[in-house]
């Protein structure tokens, strides 16, 4: 049993790079990226802007970096973004949009599928008024939670706001998983917005790096802003390698993904008295708060890891988890639970 490969279930953020991956990285030629002379970043840029229909793109070292350089070429100090309340960039980024950018976040409720409405929105912008922060940007995300978002409705958002001066930016780490699930491709969900990012290092499986793409005038002053952000790299084409190769050969592969979170759900529903949702490569369940420290015990000791959020806990599957893997986790659950 020991023997036996960890199944990781955290999050798709802990692939390891495949063996084609590494031989892409070794291949790729470089040059320095802050002169512009990195080969393969520039590929990996312009590759990722045509995805997604955009003019042009940027490399950055993480999502999150690149999220607040978005973030600070769309607002200035004192200006006010829009955005649902479970989102990344207001939960999970250590509140570096308003700690670095001096720019005011202002958290919707959004529902239980991660959406907010028009009325909210609308209602949010604030007057012209010495008193408010100028309500300057809206960011969204698909997928959130995993849950797919409709682009429709963020075409009907990104076009109400922008008749009211503001500026619309889709966080979209998973927005190839949002792709794959609605069946169409990553340049109709990116429409309604005037800049996207889009995460390498999660179910699309590259060990590091994000890219934001938008007009080539936003990705102008976006590159300035990575540099001050200390994002500017150097010989990043073998990071970049691992991106495109990741482009080429891993999207396809994410309804493998949703397909075995869907088997997890289901054979987890099986259990009695456990609450199962499933979307996309998640499932979220929720054991009762006394199996949560036994249960992910119990799953350790069959080399299997969860994660350890309270009250719902998250699986997610992902390149290293094959079918052998899932099966292994379904029976440590019902192992627990006998
Ligand atoms: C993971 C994630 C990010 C940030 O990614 P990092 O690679 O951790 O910086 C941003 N937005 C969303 C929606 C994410 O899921």
């Known amino acids: 049993m020991p023997s036996e490969a960890i199944v990781d279930l955290r999050s798709d953020t802990v692939t390891r790079p495949t063996a084609a991956m590494y031989q892409a990285m070794r291949e790729a030629p470089v040059g320095d990226d802050v002169y512009g002379e990195d080969e393969t970043v520039n590929r990996l840029e312009a590759t990722a802007a045509q995805l997604l229909g955009k003019q042009a793109g940027l490399f950055l070292s993480s999502a999150t970096q690149a999220n607040l350089a978005a973030m600070l070429a769309h607002n200035a100090r004192g200006e006010e973004i829009l955005l649902g309340d479970c989102y990344h960039i207001f939960v999970s980024e250590a509140g570096g949009t308003s700690a670095l950018g001096g720019i005011v976040m202002h958290p919707l409720a959004t529902d239980d599928a991660g959406s907010l409405s028009l009325e909210q929105v609308l209602g949010a912008i604030k007057e012209d008024d010495p008193h408010h922060p100028i309500t300057r940007t809206l960011a969204l995300e698909n997928t959130v939670l995993g849950q797919v978002q409709d682009p429709g409705h963020h075409r009907l958002l990104a076009e109400a706001v922008r008749g009211q001066g503001l500026?619309?930016?889709?966080?979209?780490?998973?927005?190839?998983?949002?792709?794959?699930?609605?069946?169409?491709?990553?340049?109709?969900?990116?429409?309604?917005?005037?800049?996207?990012?889009?995460?390498?290092?999660?179910?699309?499986?590259?060990?590091?790096?994000?890219?934001?793409?938008?007009?080539?005038?936003?990705?102008?002053?976006?590159?300035?802003?990575?540099?001050?952000?200390?994002?500017?790299?150097?010989?990043?084409?073998?990071?970049?390698?691992?991106?495109?190769?990741?482009?080429?050969?891993?999207v396809e592969r994410m309804a493998d993904d949703h397909d075995r979170a869907r088997k997890l759900a289901e054979g987890l529903a099986e259990i009695e008295g456990l609450p199962v949702r499933q979307a996309t490569n998640m499932v979220f369940i929720e054991p009762a708060a006394g199996d949560l420290e036994p249960l992910a015990q119990h799953l350790r000791q069959q080399r299997i890891e969860i994660g350890q959020q309270s009250p719902r806990v998250r699986l997610v599957t992902h390149l290293d988890v094959d079918d052998a893997a899932l099966d292994r986790a379904i029976t440590a659950f019902h192992s627990y639970y006998r």
């Open 167 to 250: 500026s619309v930016h889709l966080d979209g780490a998973r927005i190839m998983n949002a792709a794959i699930a609605l069946g169409v491709g990553a340049a109709e969900v990116a429409a309604p917005f005037d800049s996207v990012m889009m995460c390498l290092s999660k179910g699309l499986g590259a060990p590091v790096g994000a890219v934001l793409c938008g007009s080539a005038d936003f990705i102008r002053r976006a590159r300035r802003l990575r540099k001050m952000l200390g994002g500017g790299m150097r010989q990043a084409g073998v990071l970049a390698a691992c991106g495109l190769f990741a482009l080429e050969h891993h």
